[in-house]
């Protein structure tokens, strides 16, 4: 339920909504890869980071596990 969440949170922000998919991993403890056509990382992660750490926070408060990660990729990482 948080990544579909954190997923239609991203595709409202970015101008490739196609190209966002969200992958729960388990490193570390639970961790939510978000990637995003290279286009669209400057409006993933905003202005000094601030729309990544609110991304963050909505994901933290949502959760149920505690700390979720968030890391963002752009397509071309995995």
Known sequence: MIDEALEH???GI??????VVV???????PTLEVQVNPE??????????????ALRTVVNAL???????VDILDV???
């Open 63 to 69: 959760s149920d596990k505690g700390n979720v990660r």
């Open 14 to 19: 970015v101008d490739h909504p196609d190209d």
């Open 23 to 29: 992958r729960e991993k388990n490193r570390r403890g």
């Open 76 to 78: 071309d990482e995995r």
């Open 40 to 53: 669209d990382m400057g409006r993933v992660i905003g202005k000094a980071g601030r729309t990544a750490a």
């Open 9 to 11: 949170l991203v595709k």
